[in-house]
Each structure stands twice: as structure tokens, then as C-alpha cells.
């Protein structure tokens, strides 16, 4: 960039019409002066700059008597001159409560930030002024405000000197963290302010000054050398460190303890407005390299803070590994020698410190852990302002039940459909309070090592299996923090390999009938008496007088079949949610899941669309196919395989037909049109069922599904069996026999606990659902309930045993009264036939 920005341009004459060269003497056609000088800052730069730029001494003079104004120097003298009431003051005597009108404040810069918004809309820009005339603290923090924000954020670079004057100067609250003077100046427009800045010019490239001269010979200091007051080179071996967070300022801060052969710690504090300056430190024991640290005693140790010029390397402390150095800079200078010191750090490290081993895996994970992990970013989402979620894997699977975040589908940023595949594979973490920003800047597919992560048990007072959380706490303590790791970290490169080769079919399986097993309730109920359960009640049996009560204790210690008549009471019942209880079963495996909602149906499709529409496999000699491309930005190509009769299409309402390509929106209108729909996708022979997380028919308002466990699927030419049946009916359980399907069917499932004072007993509410004229996947169950009779049966069913158990609640503090419930033992659940 020039030190001329093409945005100010107000009122300036053209001074030239071409590009010149770096430190061009032109006359001025404004006529303003005889000859200026034109200064841009890097050749490649200046081959971006236009005709409507301006020359140094036409802009200066518009711009005398503005806020911003840019310097020369000319026979030692600012060019133009200060105005001369203003004094100089220096660093340290600059005090809050002093008078400071006519004063300035001069220093280099050695660090700006990006110009941003304050939550007004403020312009905000700060900058970091150093006075050299200062031994102990030699910078102070510069907050500039509103259009002289702007200003100065176009025309202020590194290196350049800054004056400024008419400040107000106030307690800065990152002092103690970014060692700088206790104070921070203000300026802006409105209240007065000026700054004016000089630009060294150069006249030689980076690139031809590293060309043109000698690398410089750097000395080392020893970490028992170290002292007060001195800025040195060093080398050191990570002995602890905190990955980079945000600090309560705008600085990022890092935190490193070193150790060297001299077996003396020095703890260092680093901080920067650029991330990636700070040293890239992944773990205990890498080896790192910094170039002009300040030395400071307090409480009797010598300790490390950043200071001008600050740069650093990373090394692997591996023995063994390439010496490769990790930095963000481009220019930097690594001697031969170096590479020797590095070894020798290595091989002392390996002999004198304990250094941790490898991450762990998910897989090795157990509740009330500290580790850290190594993983790949797949989904992020704010939860609340203070904790931000990480959806995350390492292709290993995690042996316990995981928390998953409560999260709308909409507000998790990542790729849907390969959410959806590893949704049996990825963890949760959250993270809090100081390392939000920083996960929030996270770019998901990026590979992480998370430190400290914190594994609980979550609560088990409304679940039936107990879950793993995964937390990142607030704070820095032990290391906590996030770190993100190139592509070229041998970790990293070992990671990703490991997870090309993951098969995640074998994640996808589903959940064990077993879940539904009667629990093992051995302790006894103490809160209950068993003769307050025996109290007669007005209910009036109207069956099954014949049989006696009996009480819980007795039923939990006989062999099933019984049959048995209760008097217990209600404790509790699940699920609370009513739309829950309806279940998919699989009636050879005896398994049971959840009904897919259609968000998963959605992703599956759109997995399934990648592939393309195979021309072969169009039009056969029993389905016409035809095939178009959608007009929005995506050009979808969809397919649609009718299946003929005799080599005749049947009406719609008797036809059965198979879609490529299509949403879910797009398959639902074609099943009010025609009998069954079928969605497949091309392979190179033949065409095929989709994943049977998806249904494998629509007919209606129904989806139908298949057990993965038990189904083996054919072809889809085995339909052309059906087809040529003189009437083909396209039933569901015939279309699943000859595509090797087992069904699954929808079940309406609850469980009760009951207790009576002898015991507690789990009891299971089931039944087959008559799924015609109903959606059975469909959230909203009220919505449906007058297509189907046994349905609302089944809903006032569910709404009587809330209102009893809401009663049994409301009346039990009064020590009053209970229900009867008669049911069956059978062998694998329990049947309760009705209640009275």
C-alpha cells in the first residue's frame, strides 16, 4: 500500500498518471512545488496503485490541518513542523491526574490490530507505541476512535513513527497482562486529537536486502544467565505451556515454562494481536527458539515477556524427527550449528524429563478423565454466550453412551450429510467462557489437539443408561486450551489416514432389544408402605375378580409366564414426550429404534444425489424411465422409473414408481398422485435401494422401513416378478420379500414403574400400530389423530395414565390413595391389559 490511500482524494490534484518507480522524483503538475518525492512501500505493492493516487507533498499539505497528517523529514526537521506549543513527554512520566494539554507522546510502532466496529458502530484501532528512552516499561497502549480510525489504520504500519497529542489518558485494565504502561492513551477527532506519523522510506526489497547481505550471527544465552532488564536470544525445551487464548484485553497470550541443560525454569509470558505470531507449540517437550525476549525479575525469578521484534521457531523434541522449524514468518534465519543445538536439546530432554506419550483415543476414554485429544473439526454452533459446542472425531468410537448438545438442526454449521454419516462416530464437546472466540474462529474439517478435556457422568435421575459429556472448562489451568494443527503435522498426516480407512458401516448399527429387557430394580422401595397400597379404593373391577392381589416383591421372584393381578402405585413413565412412543420393531431380531425423523431422510437423499443418473439402466422391458434436469442454481438431475403391466402403464393410483434425485418435499407430492414411489439410485449394473436409515417405500402418508440387521438386499429387477402378475397389488410385505427386506414395524411403547412397598417393577405398554391413513414419523401426533380410531384409543389411553400419575402426585403427600393395574408376564416385556 502507499502511504497515499486512493480513498482520500477530496479536493487533491492528479499528480501522475503512470506507476513510478520507488523513490521517484516527479515534478508536481498541481504547481504547488517544484519537484515531490514519491513514496510507495514495497514494489509489489506499487504495481497495484493507480492513477488516482497522490503525491506525498500534495497530500501532506491538504492534510495540515487535519487529525492524520503524514511527515517527512527534511535537514533533520519534521517537514511540516509541529505545532510549537506542543512539548515532549516521555514514557515514564506520563501519570494519570497530571496535565497533559500541550504535550505529545512519540514512539515507534511495534504492533497494530485490525480496524473493527465497536458495538455503536464506532471505528475502533488500536496500536502499540514503544519508547526506547525507557529501560523497564517501554510501550503503551494507543486507542483511537472514530474517523481517525480509519484514517490511521490506512496509512500505520509496523515500524513507522507515531506522534500524538491532545490524548486523554486512562487506567489501561491489560497492564498486568501485557506488561505495558499502566495507562493507555485515547484519541479521536472529537476530542481534539492529532496524529502525526513518519514512514521510514526503503529503498531495497526484503527479498534483495536477504540477497545482499550476511545472515547475522546470533548469540544464545543459557537460561542460567538470564538477567533483569536485558533482551536475549535463547533456545529452550517446553516444560508446560498454555495453548494461545484471548486475553482480557485484545492481545492473544500464551503462557510457556523452558527448560535447558542448565535445568533452570524460566516461565515466559507472550503476547501479540496475531494469532499466528505467537509460537506454535503443540505439545510438552517441542523445542523453541526466541529471538529478542525481554528478561524481567519478579517475586526473585527471571521471567520472559514479548518485546519489539519478538520472533520465534518451533521444533519437534522428538529424537529423531526432521529439524524442520514451525513459524508464520517468511524470513528467518536458521544456521547450521542451530540444527546441532536442536539434537543436543532433544537428546537431554529424552534423558531428563517426563514427557507425556500420545493423545488419547475416544475409544480409551472413561468418565472423571483428563486428556487430550487429537481429532478433526466436523460441526460447531453457539449454545449460549458463554459456551460454544464442537462436534468432533478421531474414527475411533467412544464405549460409552454420549451426551449430544440439544441444538436446532439449523444452527449447527458444518456439512450435513457427513454430520450424518459420522453421526454414530462424533462427540460433543463444549467448550467455555475464554476459548469461545477462539473455537468460534475454528474452520470446520480443520484437525485440532484439544488439551485438558474434562469427561463426566452425566446425571442419571431421568435416564436409563448413564452418559459420557465431554467439557472444556473455562480458564487456562493445567493447559487447558484449543490448538490447531497443519496438515503437514505428523500427527495429523497419521490421523488422517487412519480415518480414510475407517468403515463406518460398522458404527451404524442399531440399538439391541435388550434396552427394553426388564431392569434389575433389586432394591427395595422405602418411601412406600406396603398397607397404604392395599387400602381399598372406590375403583370397581368390572373383570378378573377371580384372581388376588399380589404384591411386587412376589412378581419380581417367579418365572414368567404368570398371570398376576396388582395393586402398586405409579412412580413413573416413560417417555414423557407422547410422540416418543412410537417405536420401529423388528420382529426376527426382536430390536427396537427410534422413528428417523425427517431431517435424516433429507440427508440421506441428498448423499444419494451425488451419484448421477445412469443412462444405461433407462427403459426397460418393465419400466418407461424418464429423466430432466432441474432449473435452480444445484441442476439436479432427477429420474423417474414407471413400472409397466403387460408393457402397458397403469393409472396412476395403481402405479408403483421409482425416483433418482428427488427431495423429500418432491417424493411426498408424487405419493398423493400414485400408489407406491420406491427411492433408488444407479449403480453400474442395476439399480438399487438407498441406505435403509431411509425408508424403502412411501405409499401414503406411510414410510415404510427395513431392519439392517435382517435385510439382505436384492436388485431392484426382482420387482419384475410383482410387475407381471396379472393384478399386481404392490403390498408392502410383498415388496419387501422380493427385495429382501425385512420390515420393521411401528410399535406404541411406554414404561411404567410401579411400586407398592415390597418392591419396584418396570412394566412395558406394548402394541403394533395400525399405520394406514397415519404419518407415523410425523412429530406433531395431534395433527393426526382423527384419520385413525385405535390411534386416538391409544392417545386417551396415554392421557388417562398422565392424569392418574399427576393425581397419585398430587395426593401423596396426603397419604390417600392408589389404582389397580392388571398385566401379564411374558418373557420379554409386560402387557397391561387395561386399567380400573
Same mark, same amino acid.
Given at each position: ?6 480513498? $482520500? ?56 490541518? !487535519? ?80 474517523? !481517525? ?108 515454562? @523452558? ?108 468418565? !472423571? ?19 460454544? @459446542? ?119 448399527? $442399531? ?16 418411601? @412406600? ?303 397391561? !391389559?387395561?386399567?380400573?
Amino acid at each position: 500500500m502507499s502511504l497515499i490511500s486512493g480513498g $482520500m482524494e477530496a479536493g487533491l490534484h492528479d499528480c501522475f498518471d503512470y506507476i513510478l518507480p520507488l523513490g521517484t522524483v516527479i515534478p508536481c503538475v498541481a504547481g504547488a512545488f517544484q519537484e515531490h518525492q514519491v513514496w510507495f512501500w514495497t514494489p509489489e505493492e506499487a504495481d497495484t496503485i493507480n492513477a488516482t493516487d497522490r503525491c506525498f507533498t500534495c497530500w501532506s499539505q491538504h492534510k495540515a490541518t !487535519m487529525p492524520v497528517q503524514l511527515l517527512k523529514i527534511i535537514k533533520g526537521k519534521y517537514e511540516p513542523p509541529l505545532p510549537s506549543h506542543l512539548q515532549r513527554e516521555d514514557l515514564k512520566h506520563l501519570h494519570a491526574g497530571l496535565d497533559h494539554t500541550n504535550k505529545y507522546f512519540q514512539g515507534v510502532v511495534i504492533l497494530s490490530y485490525p480496524l473493527t466496529k465497536l458495538g455503536d458502530g464506532t471505528d475502533f484501532f488500536k496500536i502499540v507505541l514503544q519508547d526506547n528512552s525507557c529501560a523497564r516499561i517501554d510501550s503503551i497502549n494507543i486507542l483511537i476512535y472514530g474517523k !481517525m480510525a480509519d484514517d490511521c489504520a490506512k496509512v500505520i504500519r509496523n515500524g513507522d513513527t507515531c506522534i500524538v497529542a491532545g490524548f486523554k489518558l486512562a487506567k489501561s485494565p491489560t497492564a498486568r497482562e501485557d506488561g505495558r504502561h499502566g495507562c493507555h492513551l485515547e484519541v479521536s477527532e472529537e476530542a481534539g486529537s492529532a496524529i502525526y506519523i513518519y514512514a521510514q522510506p526503503s529503498t531495497t526489497t526484503a527479498s534483495e536486502t536477504a540477497s545482499a547481505s550476511v545472515a547475522p550471527k546470533y548469540v544464545y544465552t543459557p537460561l542460567d544467565h538470564l538477567k533483569d532488564g536485558t533482551i536475549v536470544n535463547l533456545y529452550g525445551i517446553v516444560k508446560f505451556f498454555k495453548p494461545p487464548y484471548v486475553s482480557k484485553g485484545t492481545d492473544y497470550c500464551s503462557v510457556v515454562t @523452558l527448560v535447558d541443560q542448565s535445568n533452570v525454569k524460566l516461565t515466559c509470558t507472550l503476547f501479540n494481536g496475531n494469532l499466528d505470531s505467537l509460537p506454535k507449540i503443540y505439545k510438552i517437550g517441542d523445542i523453541v527458539r526466541f529471538h529478542r525476549i525481554k528478561i524481567r525479575e519478579y517475586n526473585g525469578q527471571m521471567q520472559g515477556i514479548t518485546s519489539a521484534g519478538f520472533a520465534s521457531l518451533t521444533f519437534d523434541g522428538t529424537v529423531g524427527a526432521p529439524v524442520v522449524p514451525r513459524t508464520s514468518s517468511k524470513v528467518y534465519t536458521f544456521m547450521d550449528e542451530e540444527e546441532k543445538t536442536v539434537e543436543e536439546l532433544r537428546i537431554w530432554a529424552a534423558s531428563n524429563l517426563s514427557i507425556s506419550g500420545p493423545a488419547a483415543k475416544l475409544s480409551g476414554v472413561r468418565p !472423571m478423565l483428563f486428556f487430550d485429544l487429537t481429532c478433526q473439526l466436523v460441526g460447531k454452533a453457539q449454545v449460549d454466550g458463554s459456551s460454544f @459446542l464442537l462436534k468432533v472425531w478421531d474414527g475411533t468410537k467412544c464405549p460409552y453412551p454420549t451426551w449430544r448438545v440439544p441444538i436446532e438442526a439449523r444452527d449447527l454449521e458444518g456439512e450435513k450429510v457427513l454430520l450424518h454419516r459420522l453421526r454414530n462416530l462424533t462427540v460433543d464437546i463444549l467448550v467455555y467462557d475464554n476459548h469461545v472466540q477462539l473455537a468460534k474462529s475454528l474452520k470446520i474439517g480443520s484437525f485440532l489437539r484439544i488439551y485438558s478435556i474434562h469427561t463426566k457422568q452425566a446425571s442419571a435421575e431421568n435416564e436409563d443408561v448413564s452418559h459420557v459429556e465431554f467439557h472444556l472448562h473455562g480458564g487456562t489451568c493445567y493447559g487447558r486450551g484449543i490448538g490447531v494443527l497443519p496438515e503437514s503435522h505428523p500427527d495429523v498426516k497419521e490421523l488422517k489416514t487412519f480415518l480414510e480407512s475407517v468403515e463406518l458401516a460398522d458404527s451404524q448399527s $442399531m440399538d439391541s432389544m435388550s434396552s427394553l429387557e426388564l431392569d434389575s430394580t433389586s432394591n427395595n422401595i422405602a418411601d @412406600l408402605e406396603s398397607q397404604r397400597c392395599q387400602q381399598l379404593s372406590v375403583t370397581v373391577l368390572t373383570d378378573h375378580q377371580d384372581l388376588s392381589n399380589t404384591v411386587l416383591k412376589t412378581i419380581r421372584n417367579s418365572r414368567a409366564p404368570q398371570q398376576y393381578r396388582i395393586r402398586a402405585k405409579l412412580r413413573t413413565f416413560k417417555p414423557q414426550k407422547l410422540y416418543q412412543s412410537i417405536k420401529l420393531h423388528c420382529s426376527k431380531c426382536n430390536s427396537l429404534q427410534e422413528v428417523p425423523d425427517g431431517d435424516t431422510f433429507d440427508l440421506i437423499l441428498q448423499g444419494s444425489a451425488v451419484t448421477p443418473p445412469n443412462p444405461e439402466l433407462h427403459s426397460t422391458s418393465w419400466y418407461e424411465s424418464v429423466m430432466w434436469t432441474t432449473q435452480d442454481q444445484k441442476q439436479r438431475k432427477i429420474t423417474i422409473h414407471f413400472v409397466k403391466h403387460d408393457e402397458m402403464l397403469l393409472y396412476p393410483e395403481d402405479t408403483l414408481l421409482m425416483i433418482e434425485g428427488g427431495t423429500s418435499k418432491e417424493i411426498w407430492k408424487l405419493t398423493r398422485r400414485f400408489k407406491c414411489v420406491i427411492p433408488v439410485r444407479s449403480t453400474k449394473n442395476d439399480l438399487e435401494l438407498l441406505d435403509l436409515s431411509a425408508p424403502f417405500l412411501l405409499q401414503g402418508k406411510v414410510k415404510y422401513y427395513g431392519c439392517k440387521q435382517c435385510s439382505t438386499p436384492k436388485p431392484i429387477k426382482n420387482l419384475s416378478s410383482l410387475a407381471a402378475e396379472p393384478r399386481p397389488s404392490w403390498e408392502p410385505t410383498e415388496i419387501a420379500q422380493v427385495l429382501g427386506i425385512e420390515p420393521l414395524q411401528y410399535v406404541f411403547i411406554m414404561k411404567f414403574t410401579l411400586v407398592d412397598g415390597t418392591g419396584a417393577l418396570n412394566a412395558y405398554l406394548f402394541d403394533y400400530m395400525t399405520c394406514h391413513g397415519w404419518n407415523a414419523s410425523s412429530s406433531p401426533i395431534t395433527s393426526q389423530m382423527g384419520r385413525n380410531s385405535k390411534f386416538i384409543t391409544k392417545f386417551l389411553t396415554l392421557r388417562l395414565l398422565k392424569m392418574l400419575y399427576s393425581n397419585v402426585l398430587l395426593v401423596e403427600s396426603n397419604s390417600v390413595r392408589i389404582f389397580f393395574f392388571f398385566f401379564w408376564i411374558g418373557d420379554c416385556i409386560i402387557k397391561p !391389559m387395561f386399567l380400573s
